[in-house]
């Protein structure tokens, strides 16, 4: 199957996953990881209509930014980013989904600032306490919230997780309902609304689960690429 194909499949499944939950499909933005794959798949899956890419590594992601600048293309940062690496990072992508800790939100935002830009930023929240994954456990989420709200260029949009990888899609369930939960109880206690408008979760092998959760992005990419011959 060509790239335009299972993209074409992945929409679908998206639609009819949102539409089992009651949700408008428009209301779920695929992201497709194009880490390890080559300009030339992106470049077919933009033209396939896809416009919204991720990447997990800062310096493989600059180079293929620096080689589709004649795509609109929306990158987002999905990996592990180092603070020492906020100053490249936040000027480069229109979303950035793996800030985890306080000195990092102040160094992004630092940084857009002086390069003029206004990426979103979304909270990645550490569920299941994995030690081989990152992010922010959900007691320390709030002191992130109340940052965010002196941010200056770049602004937080929502929560991503990472769960542990299922046996199969329902085991993924509980850790997607539970962001959706801790999102809800964030929302009741005052944090603005913008603030948390992204769920981002659920990826190839489990994204039907996470929408019907109330995903609005997920992040998809063997399923559009086919399989990786590098893995990270």
Known sequence: MSVADRLAGIR???GAAARSAGRDPS??????????????????????GQREFG???????LQK???????????????????????KAGPAFATIQS?????????????AEQAGTKPE??????????ASKFGA??????????AAAACRAASVAGL???????????????????????????????VPAPMLRELSMGMSGDFEVAIQEGATMVRVGTAIFGSRLVED
């Open 12 to 14: 679908e499944r998206i």
């Open 27 to 48: 209301s779920v933005r695929l992201v497709a990881v194009s880490k390890t794959f080559p300009i030339n798949l992106i470049r077919e899956a933009y033209a396939a």
């Open 121 to 130: 930023l979304l909270i990645q929240v550490d569920l299941a306490g994995e």
């Open 55 to 61: 990447e997990n590594r800062v310096q493989e992601a």
């Open 160 to 190: 991503m997780t990472l769960p542990p990888v299922p046996d199969t899609p329902e085991d993924a369930r509980p850790w997607f309902r539970t962001l959706r939960d801790l999102r809800d109880g964030w929302l009741a206690s005052g």
């Open 99 to 111: 800030v985890d800790s306080l000195e990092l939100l102040q160094k992004l935002d630092q940084a």
């Open 65 to 87: 930014i620096a080689e589709t600048t004649d795509l609109e293309i929306r990158w987002h940062l999905l990996g592990h980013l180092q603070t020492n690496k906020a100053r």
């Open 137 to 146: 456990p959900p007691s320390e989420v709030p002191r992130l919230f109340e």
